[in-house]
């Protein structure tokens, strides 16, 4: 298949046209509006400081449903105990970049560059990107954050400084979700991390199809507050 050069109009190719490992297209940019139309395509960008955009629809799609979460009894005594207190977009900004300075400083590299950095932080503040963290008592310990579309949650990325704190908001944040009858997280691509809690991987068609129908629901937009939160 061939790799797709995108212009300043703000469009993309057909997902099922992206190469075996999801590569789809280069080029464009970060907008709001490519950004959301994207997320609302299967697609999503990732690339380093060096490359142009890059844009991904892999296949097969590692998803959670969040009514089929697993959680270890080992980490639900954790969340039990309380040793950490779970927010939600409350640092979003310390939470993607910390996103990108664990990487950085385990020597992994980041996708998280300053552009993508700027790009999330303003679909946050637009309503559309949220954060779980988890702090341990002034300190952030742990978090991730994604983007929420109808009944959907884009998952991007979560970083830890504490033990099991990326775990807890995690855990807390799909608890939530199913509460508010989320249909799935997209975990994008397979991790044994996330298998454990009980992704699995579907086709893209099955992907595309469901987040067509999760699509159809309003969007929970705006700042969002947790049952857990205090």
Known sequence: MPVFQLSDRIGFPPPHLAEQEGLLAV?????QER???AYKMGIFPWYSEDDPIIWWSPDPRLVLYPRDMSVSRSLNRV???KRFRVTTDQAFEQVIRACAAVRMESGEGTWLVDEMVDAYCRLHRAGFAHSAEAWDGDTLAG???GVSLGRSFFGESMFMRVSNASKVAFVTLVRQLA?????MIDCQVK????????AREISRRAFLGQLEKSLKYPTRR?????DEES
Do not use: A, E
């Open 27 to 31: 080029g464009g940019d970060l907008r």
């Open 179 to 183: 509460k508010w009858h989320f249909d």
């Open 79 to 81: 969340i039990k105990k």
């Open 35 to 37: 950004l959301l139309l």
């Open 222 to 226: 705006g700042r969002w507050h947790f």
């Open 191 to 198: 991790t044994d991390h996330l298998m454990r809690f009980g």
């Open 143 to 145: 978090g991730l954050y």
